[in-house]
């Protein structure tokens, strides 16, 4: 980050705000340390912000660190298996378009055993928003390599270097035609906020990719120490409803954090249905 | 004339339009009064010139099998009718081309390789075709003609059938078809001299009925619509394609969402997300996709959601035989996907149960919170009645969530064991009601929780609302002799209807026996099933698969030996097989 | 096609070629007019030209008419599950790194149920040449909407209308970092034969896009004459080294052919195995 | 000294340090020439602090299961510790923190929850700790110092224990290591009156042979590598990870590779993949994983393709509890996929087990041409024996291939219809052996065919193959009385040796018993059951699951009643508990 003094803000603001409401009363079974706090903090501020009726949200996940997010919550939430936070949550919407549904899922669901669904609610465009807390390793497994580990990087999996080149999750999304695709970093609550809050508003589904440190079983990729020093915002001159402007910094530059790309005129698959059997 | 009873089939390859003529038979038969139970064969391959064959039988009662030989063969094509001729009765009628387009050698005519005791009907089917409509085509339609001629099956009230197929056609269409059969019937009338016995004059079919011509998978859709369903989510595969495409164009209609997903994985997580939200859903697939379901079938069962999944079961295992008849997926109906997962299976056993079961599961899916499955197969899925128009669904199917009582939500617990098993369900939305829900072990609050103590009671707890569900079974379907009896035949789904028939003609030849067969599989009436077993010297259980699934799932309640008839031919299971078996055990 | 004289030369081929050996005795099952006799016409004489053993030839496929295949080569073949092709062919290949292994798939199989692999393959760039038939249908199952169908046309699945956005298989390949990314027509077998000869020289994961008609079920989309109207190659100046370029004409030009994008300093799976554990 | 026998859990809080402790015990009893069995509680989160229990089992003779109470408990953290004392025998003895870090209610100390007849020794574990290194994370060694302490063990010899463990880390760690574990030694002997009767003193183990410390997980994965598999591709999945995470490390040293795979699917897909190429392949996985894996099952056994699957089963159904042990994957194991799918299975009993019935896996997917399952379950991959090291494995089940001879080829039919179900296979780049392969029925060449005689016939052709591998069953294992019996103890997998023990304890308390478990459980040794089962006056079945999985299945050749004994707590099946039922049944 460029200006590290946001962590005073912070405080300013948890003392102000009242977000602590969305927590559930269940606690964190995660390390110390870990990203994925930051991940809740800017979710649970997010929910306060738009005033989400606590009944109305459903936390949708995987099996994972990541998938235990919806006891955290407080709200109604499932815990479904691993890889399939999408197709439920797709399923959930569709039956009942009153709710705001938010599907959240590791890299391990989300690329790996899961890779197969997202495509699909992208094309689709269902109106969940997607939170895909990447941390670039199988957390809850104990450190293999997942579609996001490095090449070359030593796993459990791989004790002689990873021979896979990974995924870009937000190349992904942007091919698969997201019509909302974003990044945002785990220490950077406040960022993040803004970004779920923008995807929640997006009519149609949101791809959030979410840059996280597994402080246990990752030491050399997705660090604290790495990402602060590496992710940056988007230029304000960059054209978020450019798909190749999108495309081209997504390939090329893998700490930029912000809205990559927004297309409002896609109508959302309940959309789709009413005009066609309207 | 009770003893009226004709099965006839039509026998050509993918393009001739054998399936078409078919159901034109069946159609008009329903029109006149007949019952009628009708189910086409065909090839795996979109074209290849495979084997198709319409078979129909039309009797004045009705009708729980499609019976096994055919008593009048209408030959399309002499190569595949050839193959069929095996299921012709040694005195049964042949209908063939006596001037086929191509030559054919002697050892490849039908005609010429029929049975002496058949009575050969040589049509210039081609010829005929030709003559009434340029081509080719319509030698299906002559054939119809010639078939109704010899039947002596009033000429004008089969034209108005074929008028009624083809009306959203265009004129020349129309027009064609009906020249093509009358041209058949009239040029049989005048130059074929009747030789047999078989006929149709004389038979005094009931008036007809409000009836529907359906099969199972179209009643299965019409029960899932009538239950209220909201969503359903699902991915083609053969024999349950065609629930998705009803359901592709009938939800919409009710505001309803027919979600087709990118496998069937994601099909039945959608259905249990939508069940999440308190909604009525469903998918229905074959083998490999329920194979694949499996994992999640878990989570209904353990996350306490409603969910029903129809398995149209085909010949397997893997890729098997997609366009034939099998029972072998009992198995993991009952007891696919790994752990301890109780879950309701339903088996109906033919077209109108179809109707039935589907409410059935609805309803119960969503007051016992669990994974319904409903079990066809390839013969029940696309085999054709005409059924009586079902009645409404009893209104307590309707709705039958249990939510929690006003002063239930303070200290709300969403897994609350209780004596019934079913803990009562608040749904999202519910300002009071939030939970948290997990596929791992939780306690009554839906947390995780890994200890014994925990583990056993929510085991137990699940298979006790399992168990409950007994209480809502249809009842059993005991046909036959009362008291002691020397063969008690106990079957399921498609094969029941075979088996009551069988028995039938058993008594007819002095055999003491009764069949049995209950729609609910699991929980098994095993009770009912106790009672009937202590009246039988033998049992026979009679299934369409290799080891016998069924078979060897009620030894465990009943701890004797049955006698195992086990059929993996692809066909539905005929009465007649059955009855063979009875003759050697009695 | 700007010059529809290629069947003559076609033919001219065809009496010179002893191709027709790769061809095994089973009789097509597929429908007159089908697309898929211009593909294996195309496979049959690269094998040819390539003058591979037959016996080192494995065709590996998923379920569907494009699943059939296998039966009709001359070779060691093998029909899988529906989706599954990839995960077979790249175990053969690993095990037998001495093989030839083709992995053939519909639009349906790879797209769809089987969505979830090509992105393995791809970033794991297993030396296997894969063929998707993009028909833009389900063919065996008679007609309902692929991940290609296009929006609202209407299907058997869909009688209203497809509410579905379609997928881009191209963007996706390229996404996924695939190495080497070609697009052919069914209707030019000589263009796709270069395509295949190029695709199973390059070490690494080959995908090959294939256009094709299912004269049967999709009377609007790829037809024969939407196609062949439509279908040209890529010029001669564009650059297949350079991503961006590939991605900007695959999102923009549904209907151009040939050699997309190429990376031959990727090293293949087995090479970076032997990098790392040599 | 025959009866010494004592077993001894560690408890405490996730990073305590608790495992480590339990795994230096181990390792130095086994150093000493004493059988140990091993076994770790965990909780499923990463951190959390969950409830850690090390048990280690120590005997002079051969141990089957791991015990089920303690004699001694050492309690790092008093809240876990005090729901582990329902396991601790009424005179065993406790050894606790009596100066803990922060202050204990008298109602949440372990010491004031222990029952009366408890020995209790109250260690300033933290004090120690922090005098020996300056923190208290070296309570674990203290406690482990005290305990050797008070059991009379040599201290010396478990230094250098100590010291092996740690020869890898830095010198310091090994230092306050040692340190730690001396003063919680001597402090001990300085400070605390012995008044129980728990000693090591004058036990007399067998001299310390070659011995291999490994858990089921690594015994299966070094039998593969011992039989020349060359390919594993896998999907990490608790309790079966480590398997791949072995075949990650050793697998490149032979030249051979770990894929690790997107998903199961995928992971069998590849396997299946490489059969088809000749070559020996695997996977590991647990439930969740093993239901994906269904649909491509019937692949295998369908396209007669070898493919391994291990299924180490954890607690069930759904994502259940994975770091539990249970034995609910047994329907699947046998009959989990669509269709009429038979396949082997095997369940090792114990660690020797798990290395040689990897070997048998292996040689018979290869020369059946099929599907092998190997049914583990979380206990016996991970619990700890030492072991002796295993035999070579027999050279005739390295290549077990049947290939066609030279002069088969002309004419050459993959699925050839023979005598024994097995069809000579050819592999990919022998010149004239091509052939197509197909998941759906095929005929005799492999050509798809969906007639009624080709399904009949291939499908016997697959059953009767399977029912030929029982040729090739390891020997029942038949532990007990001879003659008539009282009880006879029918067990399968992991609870196998527990139902041994239980038997052995039976018999001394006059009931006349005998055990009876088998390796191979598809194809069943089903004579040899009824055999047993003929001597026994009841047949009591004890397993891991809640409906009695394999009790039912079972039932099926004996058609007669069993008494099932099902427990679904998590934990190894304890000897204590069946003894109980057989003294109720007496
Ligand atoms: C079908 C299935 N396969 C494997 C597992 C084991 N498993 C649980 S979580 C996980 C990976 C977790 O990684 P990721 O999705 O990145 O989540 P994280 O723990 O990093 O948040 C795996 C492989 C499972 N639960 N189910
Ligand atoms: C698990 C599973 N689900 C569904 C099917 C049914 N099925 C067979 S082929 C097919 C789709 C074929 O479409 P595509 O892959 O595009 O191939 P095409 O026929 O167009 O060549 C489907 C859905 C199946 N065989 N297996
Ligand atoms: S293992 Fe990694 S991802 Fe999981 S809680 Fe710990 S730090 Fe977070
Ligand atoms: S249905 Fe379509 S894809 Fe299949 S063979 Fe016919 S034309 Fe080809
Ligand atoms: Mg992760
Ligand atoms: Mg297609």
Known sequence: MNQPTYLDEKFDRVKKADFLKYRSGDLPTWCPGCGYFGIMDAFYKACRQMELPFENICTVSGIGCSGRTPIFVNSYGLHTLHGRSIPVACGLKLARNDLNVFAVAGDGDALGIGGGHLPHVARKNIDITFLLFDNSIYGLTKGQSSSTTPLIQKTNSHPAGNPDSPLNAMKLALAYGASFAARGFAGDPEGLEDIIIQATKHKGFSFIHILTPCVTFDKVNLTWNRLKENVSYLDSVHDHTSFESAMRIANQEPFKLGLFFQDTSVPSYDENLDRLNG | ?586
């Open chain 2, 1 to 586: 004339m009770n003893t009226f009873d004709i099965v006839i089939e039509i026998c050509g390859s993918a393009g001739e339009g054998t399936i078409s003529a078919g159901e034109i038979l069946a159609r008009f038969m329903s029109s006149q009064g007949y019952e009628i139970m009708s189910f086409d064969s065909y090839p795996a391959e979109i074209r290849g010139f495979g084997k198709c064959v319409a078979h129909t039988r039309v009797n004045l009662n009705p009708i729980y099998s499609p019976g096994k030989y055919a008593d009048v063969l209408i030959a399309l094509n002499d190569k595949h009718a050839i193959s069929q001729l095996g299921f012709l009765k040694p005195d049964g009628i042949l209908i063939y081309d006596n001037q086929p387009a191509s030559f054919h050698e002697e050892d490849q005519s039908v005609a010429g390789m029929a049975e002496p005791g058949v009575t050969l009907y040589g049509i210039p089917l081609t010829q005929l075709a030709h003559e009434a409509a340029g081509n080719s085509r319509g030698r299906n339609m002559v054939s119809l003609g010639a078939m109704a001629c010899l039947m002596e099956i009033p000429k004008d009230d089969f034209v108005t059938a074929i008028q009624n197929r083809y009306a959203s056609k265009k004129q020349i269409i129309i027009d064609n078809n009906i020249d093509s059969f009358v041209l058949g019937y009239n040029w049989t009338g005048e130059n074929i001299k009747k030789i047999d016995e078989y006929s149709f004059k004389g038979t005094e079919p009931a008036p007809p009925e409000d009836k529907l011509i359906i099969n199972g998978n179209q009643s299965v859709a019409r029960a899932a619509i009538d239950s209220n369903i909201s969503f359903y989510a699902g991915y083609p595969i053969t024999p349950a394609t065609k629930i998705m495409e009803i359901m592709g164009k009938e939800l919409p209609k009710t505001g309803g969402i027919m979600l087709q997903t990118e496998d069937e994985i994601s099909a039945i997580g959608a259905v249990i997300g939508a069940g999440f939200g308190g909604k009525r859903a469903m998918t229905a697939t074959s083998g490999p996709g329920f194979s694949l379901m499996t994992e999640f079938t878990g989570l209904a069962v353990m996350s306490e959601i409603p969910a029903v999944i129809v398995n149209s079961m085909r010949g397997g295992p893997c890729t098997g035989l997609p366009t034939k008849t099998e029972q072998s997926d009992f198995n993991i109906a009952v007891a696919g996907g790994h752990g301890d997962a109780p879950r309701i299976v339903l088996a109906p056993v033919d077209t109108t149960d179809c109707y039935e079961a589907t409410a059935l599961a609805f309803y119960l899916a969503e007051k016992y919170q669990t994974l319904v499955v409903l079990l066809l197969d390839f013969f029940l899925s696309n085999s054709i009645r005409n059924i009586d128009v079902p009645k409404p669904i009893n209104p307590s199917f309707l709705s039958a969530n249990i939510a929690p009582e006003p002063d239930q939500l303070n200290g709300y617990q969403r897994y609350r064991i209780t004596g019934s098993g079913i803990s009562p369900r608040t749904i999202p939305g519910t300002p009071d009601g939030m939970y948290f829900s997990t596929g791992l072990e939780h306690d009554e609050n839906g947390r995780p929780a890994y200890d014994s103590d925990t583990h056993e009671k929510m085991t137990r707890k699940r298979f006790v609302k399992h168990g409950n569900a007994l209480d809502e079974a249809p009842d059993v379907v005991i046909s036959g002799d009362d008291g002691d009896l020397d063969i008690g035949v106990i079957s399921w789904g498609s094969s029941a209807g075979a088996a009551r028939e069988a028995v039938d003609a058993a008594r007819a030849e002095g055999i003491k026996a009764a069949s049995f067969s209950s729609i609910m599989i699991s929980p098994f009436p095993e009770e009912k099933l106790k009672v009937f077993a202590d009246r039988c010297n033998t049992l026979l259980v009679p299934e369409l698969n290799f080891t016998g699934q069924f078979a060897d799932f009620i030894i465990n309640f009943l701890q004797r030996p049955v006698v195992k008839l086990n059929f993996v031919t692809g066909l539905p299971m005929a009465s007649e097989d059955i009855l063979e078996k009875m003759r050697e055990l009695r």
